[in-house]
């Protein structure tokens, strides 16, 4: 483990989710390293299994599964929204795979970096349904974490209350981008793909039939999820994968969730 330096006027808080209750063998590594460089909360589901080590500047948070990640944003920027030296804050949740730490914690550096000139700062920005982020791995401001764009979450008592997978989708995800114009914040992705990119995720989207997931990528490929079909350029680049979140498989729960309410 590298010597731990000053820490950085920033916070990670990363959503956590194992259906094992288990912190694997990468994740505890990926701690290891983020332990010497910033304060860390890990907002979890469930029983837990804690490592045997004792962190430093890494806090576990125990919550209900209420709210999917978005209610670990909540509980985590909770924890440390006191603390005045904070002046970043960077969310991840577990639905990516961190292959290579080095350039994982590059990328989360970047992220910090771009934040000195700008208040929001997403992965990737999606133009599926609509222009917003992808929310697993973004960063903010400490003036866009205690305005309107998490608060009017708390008010609504979304911390507090059973959510659904699609609630989260449709009323935090898709309304990223429409929330930060409205507010006037400044915005900007740090994965800009570029044509050679599209090229190439529009080939593995054909290959793995992807039109079955999202049609309209067949004749709109900019409505094609980057982050799904373009993972092995961001391994190498930025150090990891996402695993991939079905939008058929939302749409499948969409309706579902309507039926059991009709019924």
Request: proline share 2%; glycine share 4%.
């Amino acid at each position: 483990m590298p010597a731990c330096e000053e820490k950085i006027d920033f916070v990670i808080v990363i959503a956590y989710y194992d259906r094992n209750s288990l912190l694997t063998s990468d994740f505890c590594y990926l701690l290891d390293q983020l332990d010497c460089l910033a304060k860390v909360v890990v907002a979890y589901v469930g029983n837990l299994i804690r490592p045997v080590k004792t962190y430093e500047n890494v806090d576990f948070i125990k919550f209900d599964d209420v709210g999917y990640d978005l209610n670990s944003y909540l509980i985590g920027l909770e924890k440390i929204r006191s603390a005045s030296n904070v002046k970043k804050y960077i969310f991840i949740n577990n639905s990516i795979l961190v292959k290579n730490v080095t350039l994982f914690i590059h990328s989360i550096l970047l992220m910090v970096n771009r934040l000195e000139s700008i208040d929001f700062i997403g992965f990737v920005k999606s133009f599926e349904e609509r222009e917003h982020y992808q929310t697993f791995f973004f960063g903010m401001t400490r003036q866009v974490a205690e305005s309107k764009f998490f608060n009017r979450f708390i008010e609504r008592g979304f911390h507090e209350r059973p959510i659904s997978r699609i609630e989260v989708i449709e009323e935090f995800e898709l309304n990223t981008c429409d929330c930060l114009n409205i507010c006037a914040y400044n915005h900007d992705s740090l994965f800009k793909p570029t044509t050679l990119d599209y090229l190439v995720a529009y080939l593995n989207y054909l290959f793995v039939l992807g039109f079955f997931d999202n049609a309209q990528a067949l004749i709109q490929p900019k409505k094609l999820n980057m982050a799904t079909y373009s993972k092995v350029r961001i391994l190498r680049v930025y150090g990891f994968k996402k695993i991939k979140g079905s939008s058929l498989i939302n749409k499948f729960n969409k309706v579902y969730e309507k039926f059991k309410t009709a019924v």
